[in-house]
């Protein structure tokens, strides 16, 4: 299973590494895999956030993100989404910008390709911020059976009843990050980029929840069988959870988005992506500036790792076993959007973005494993099942 999963993220990874080396010797090497270490630990959140709505999305659609998404995710973010950035802020066509990016130079040089992406940092960490505090912010104020911090996590979800209280909240705050953290002519540009940040989570979001509450593209055996499970009632459901994820060998989800509720999710998990990667590609530039290593490093090692971790905690159904995973990222996805915020006035260091992140993880994977040993998911099943037999 591991060598199926991971085995074409082991061979990209050879294969970079010899290119980098042949390309820059042992630095380039190294640099190439100092990137790549960076990227999956600054990701490794969007890897379960990416796993639990992929276990939305039918097989077809798995697919495609695990192949025309990883074309988008090495080539379009780590290497087209640069040039982009610096064609657009010093005014150039793609073969000035192409041959400004060849040229390297000092990211504290103006005029340099990375001095131009630094100078649009701004832009980048108010779009991606404002994107991942709306995801943060609507998986906070929902209401779920199980909580991890619950102190916190359920007065905030009985809060979350108000509507529209993530928006008016990421908005004050998108004011607050424009008036104290920027300064000059660059606020106006920092709340336009910060609104088109939140428009397009609510237009993606908004648009693959309407196809996928309507049943558009769901099959009528699959739709069927979600109202029969819903009927059955959640006994039935907590007693066959186990047999049927030892069947499949991943969890159980009875129906599946297809059609436009499928291409709605690979929309809405491209942009998350997208905003998941704009701390690291920023944060590649404060270790190289040339864009042959960073596209070797953060593109084909880290974009093809956090792919496979995906395909791993779905294809095994980590995220039903160990419940506080899904949490643990969600607060580091949270932890991570105030970080982007605040490098509008100040450096973070990129040591610290994913350590914040692995934290998280790390804990709500020890919660996890207690949960596990105080109450098993079979002896559960087995006790949920009995009881409703009785009844």
């Not at 087209?80 to 504290?108: C, R, S, W, Y």
């Not at 609104?195 to 309507?214: K, R």
């Not at 009528?220 to 069988?225: F, K, V």
Request: proline share 3%; with cysteine; hydrophobic share 55%.
């Amino acid at each position: 299973m591991l060598l199926r999963t991971f085995g074409w993220s082991i061979g990209v990874t050879i294969a970079s590494l010899v290119v980098a080396f042949i390309y820059g010797s042992w630095e380039a090497l190294a640099l190439c895999l100092i990137l790549g270490v960076l990227e999956v630990s600054l990701s490794f959140d969007n890897a379960v956030v990416n796993a639990k709505v992929l276990e939305r999305m039918s097989d077809f659609w798995q697919k495609i993100f695990l192949t025309i998404g990883i074309l988008i995710a090495v080539f379009g973010m780590r290497l087209v989404f640069p040039l982009l950035i610096v064609g657009v802020t010093a005014n150039l066509g793609p073969v000035e910008a192409i041959q400004l990016a060849m040229e390297k130079g000092d990211p504290e040089t103006p005029g340099t390709y990375g001095y131009l992406l630094n100078e649009a940092h701004p832009l980048i960490a108010s779009f991606g911020g404002m994107f991942l505090l709306m995801l943060f912010l609507d998986w906070l104020f929902e209401e779920r059976d199980i909580t991890w911090l619950t102190w916190i996590e359920r007065p905030l979800a009985r809060i979350g009843k108000l509507d529209a209280l993530s928006v008016i909240i990421a908005a004050v705050l998108l004011v607050l990050a424009a008036e104290f953290l920027v300064e000059g002519e660059e606020r106006e540009s920092v709340l336009v980029a910060g609104l088109l940040g939140l428009i397009t989570y609510l237009a993606v979001n908004g648009l693959g929840s309407l196809f996928e509450g309507t049943g558009a593209g769901v099959d009528d055996d699959e739709s069927t069988a979600g109202v029969v499970h819903g009927e059955q009632g959640k006994a039935d459901d907590a007693a066959t959870t186990v047999a049927a994820r030892e069947r499949t060998g991943g969890p159980t989800t009875l129906a599946r988005a297809t059609g436009k509720a499928g291409f709605f999710l690979f929309l809405y998990l491209e942009v998350l992506d997208a905003s998941f990667s704009f701390d690291g590609v920023i944060g590649a530039f404060a270790i190289t500036s040339d864009p042959v290593i960073i596209a070797l490093g953060l593109g084909l090692i880290g974009a093809m790792f956090v792919r496979s971790i995906t395909v791993y905690l779905v294809r095994q159904g980590t995220l039903s076993e160990y419940v506080y995973l899904e949490h643990g990222a969600h607060w580091a996805i949270g932890a991570l959007a105030a970080i982007l915020l605040l490098s509008l006035q100040w450096h973070i260091p990129e040591l610290i973005t994913g350590l914040i992140g692995v934290a998280f993880i790390g804990v709500a994977f020890a919660g996890s494993l207690m949960r596990l040993r105080k109450d098993p998911p079979e002896a559960h099943a087995i006790h949920v099942g009995a009881e409703h037999e009785k009844v």
